[in-house]
C-alpha cells in the first residue's frame, strides 16, 4: 500500500514496497528555493485526482483587460439544474437535469446526463456573473490588477566581541 513522506524542505515522495515496484515521486516543488507552495501543490494534486471526461465542452476567453469568461455549453439545462460554487479557489460547476416522469421517449439521443466541471482560479480572481442563454452559459471573472510590492528588509548587526566582554554568564544552572 503506497504511502506518503513530507520532508522538511516540502518534497512530496511516494515510495512502494517491494511486492508493488519501487515508485518514488518528487514534487516539483521540492526546490530549496521554492518556500510556502504546499497549498499549490495540494491544489494542483486536487486538479490531477478530478480528472474530466470532456463533457461540457467550454471555452474560455479574455474579455477586456482585466476580465476572463468561461463559456460551458449546457443545452437542455435550465438555471434551476445548474449550481455554480467558488471553494478555496475552486471553481465549480455542476448541472444535473430533472427527469420527467411524464415524458416517454421513442428515441433519446440528447445527452441529458450530469456533470462536474471544476477550475483552478488564481488568488484574488472574483466570480462577477453569470449568464445561461441559448444554451451556453457565460461566467465572468475579474482579475484584478496586482501592483508589484517592494520591501525593504532592515538588517540587525549582532553585537560585537567589544560590547559583550565585560559581561559575565552564569552556566553552572
Same mark, same amino acid.
Given at each position: 500500500m503506497p504511502f506518503t513522506r513530507?520532508? +522538511?524542505r516540502g518534497p512530496r515522495q511516494t515510495a512502494r514496497s517491494p511486492e508493488e515496484g519501487a515508485v518514488n515521486r518528487v514534487s516539483m516543488f521540492s526546490s530549496p528555493f521554492l518556500l510556502g507552495f504546499e497549498q499549490l501543490e495540494?491544489? +494542483?494534486?486536487? +486538479?490531477a485526482k478530478s480528472g474530466s471526461d470532456g463533457y461540457p465542452p467550454y471555452n474560455i476567453e479574455k474579455i477586456g483587460e482585466a476580465g476572463l469568461r468561461i463559456t460551458l455549453a449546457v443545452a437542455g439545462f435550465s438555471e434551476g439544474d445548474l449550481t455554480i460554487e467558488v471553494v478555496e479557489n475552486q471553481l465549480s460547476v455542476r448541472g444535473k437535469q430533472q427527469e420527467d416522469p411524464e415524458r416517454v421517449y421513442l428515441h433519446r439521443g440528447i445527452a441529458g446526463r450530469q456533470f462536474h466541471r471544476t477550475f483552478m482560479l488564481a488568488d484574488g480572481i472574483e466570480v462577477t456573473g453569470a449568464k445561461l442563454e441559448n444554451g451556453l452559459l457565460a461566467i465572468d471573472l475579474a482579475r484584478p490588477s496586482v501592483e508589484p510590492k517592494v520591501k525593504t528588509i532592515r538588517i540587525d548587526t549582532a553585537p560585537s566581541a567589544k560590547t559583550a566582554r565585560g559581561k559575565t554568564i552564569d552556566v553552572t544552572g
Amino acid at each position: 500500500m503506497p504511502f506518503t513522506r513530507r520532508c +522538511l524542505r516540502g518534497p512530496r515522495q511516494t515510495a512502494r514496497s517491494p511486492e508493488e515496484g519501487a515508485v518514488n515521486r518528487v514534487s516539483m516543488f521540492s526546490s530549496p528555493f521554492l518556500l510556502g507552495f504546499e497549498q499549490l501543490e495540494r491544489s +494542483l494534486d486536487r +486538479l490531477a485526482k478530478s480528472g474530466s471526461d470532456g463533457y461540457p465542452p467550454y471555452n474560455i476567453e479574455k474579455i477586456g483587460e482585466a476580465g476572463l469568461r468561461i463559456t460551458l455549453a449546457v443545452a437542455g439545462f435550465s438555471e434551476g439544474d445548474l449550481t455554480i460554487e467558488v471553494v478555496e479557489n475552486q471553481l465549480s460547476v455542476r448541472g444535473k437535469q430533472q427527469e420527467d416522469p411524464e415524458r416517454v421517449y421513442l428515441h433519446r439521443g440528447i445527452a441529458g446526463r450530469q456533470f462536474h466541471r471544476t477550475f483552478m482560479l488564481a488568488d484574488g480572481i472574483e466570480v462577477t456573473g453569470a449568464k445561461l442563454e441559448n444554451g451556453l452559459l457565460a461566467i465572468d471573472l475579474a482579475r484584478p490588477s496586482v501592483e508589484p510590492k517592494v520591501k525593504t528588509i532592515r538588517i540587525d548587526t549582532a553585537p560585537s566581541a567589544k560590547t559583550a566582554r565585560g559581561k559575565t554568564i552564569d552556566v553552572t544552572g
